[in-house]
């Protein structure tokens, strides 16, 4: 099993994530990883290339790596799996494989659930197309969930390190001092100091947004220009950016067992994070020179 790629902080492998986290080299990392962050393939109904299974398989292939990870991260480490939604073939109505995906990964690997997240991208095309676009029977799709588990209470965080500017009616608040303190109709008695205290940014929400299109994408451009076949399933990579500074510290070790184009491993890099990454198609695990080189533009 060899490396595709290696930087001073991390490596990229070409196998697939179950050979490599139960190879004597994945057991290596046991209790040494922070942070497992990924976006496993989605159980949707069209058969993409780089691999997505359906309905029970699907649900039993997701569970078989919770034991494994959870033997790979620390006590205090934690995982985020980002899972789209799935609709039923061929008819305007939900499925809840990804739903019942989640919790028999729970189960398998004995994890807290810490916290729901949804990642909103506001330029996602409408869909499902037959649904939205063409009987007019739905509204667009537009949001993926990502879920943060461990198996610790109380795993490393910190939102301070993932603060937002303060709004513009919050800066003009904290410059005239002066605030409607006291009862609220839900019967919460706010004080002034909590509100005027200046902690350098607001305390960012559950709802992250990202717009995700094709014309502000850097990789994608690369890509066109040198002829290389993109990854067709690319996060964004705020979205990585966001769960690494809040769930780890510097030269702490970031796994992503499904890199595609390694979205993680480069943001990792970036922020001087260690970092492992498995892809199985040889063809995107070589891609992850592109995504590191870009990071490091955008640096």
């Given at each position: 099993m060899r490396p595709t790629y290696k930087t001073e902080r991390g490596v990229m492998y070409c196998a697939k994530a179950e050979d490599f986290i139960n190879s004597p080299l994945g057991q290596q990392y046991h209790r040494k990883v922070q942070l497992v962050f990924t976006s496993p393939p989605f159980p949707l109904n069209r058969k993409k290339r780089y691999g997505n299974l359906r309905g029970e398989a699907y649900i039993?292939?997701?569970?078989?790596?919770?034991?494994?990870?959870?033997?790979?991260l620390k006590p205090n480490g934690s995982i985020v799996l980002e899972l789209g939604n799935a609709w039923e073939p061929g008819k305007?109505?939900?499925?809840?494989?990804?739903?019942?995906?989640?919790?028999?990964f729970l189960k398998a690997g004995d994890f807290k659930l810490c916290q729901q997240f949804i990642c909103y991208n506001p330029a996602r095309l409408p869909g499902p197309a037959q649904w939205v676009n063409i009987e007019r029977i739905r509204v667009k799709d537009s949001f993926t969930h990502l879920w943060w588990m461990s198996p610790s209470d109380r795993p490393k965080a910190d939102?301070?390190?993932?603060?937002?500017?303060?709004?513009a009616a919050m800066q003009k608040l904290l410059s005239c001092k002066k605030y409607?303190?006291?009862?609220?109709?839900?019967?919460h008695h706010i004080g002034k100091k909590s509100f005027l205290k200046n902690n350098n940014g607001a305390i960012p929400s559950n709802v992250l947004t990202f717009s995700n299109t094709n014309s502000s994408d850097d990789y994608l451009k690369y890509c066109r220009n040198k002829n290389i076949k993109a990854h067709p399933a690319r996060m964004h990579h705020g979205l990585a950016e966001f769960f690494i500074k809040f769930l780890t510290r510097p030269r702490d070790i970031v796994l992503d067992p499904f890199a595609g184009s390694n979205v993680t491993g480069a943001?990792?890099?970036r922020l001087n994070r260690k970092w492992i990454s498995i892809e199985a198609l040889e063809e995107y695990a070589k891609q992850a020179k592109i995504r590191l080189n870009i990071e490091k533009q955008n640096k």
């Open positions: 039993h292939w997701l569970a078989s790596f919770a034991p494994a990870l959870r033997n790979l305007p109505v939900m499925s809840t494989l990804a739903l019942e995906a989640l919790l028999a939102n301070r390190l993932v603060l937002k500017s303060y709004s409607n303190s006291g009862a609220r109709p839900s019967e943001v990792a890099e």
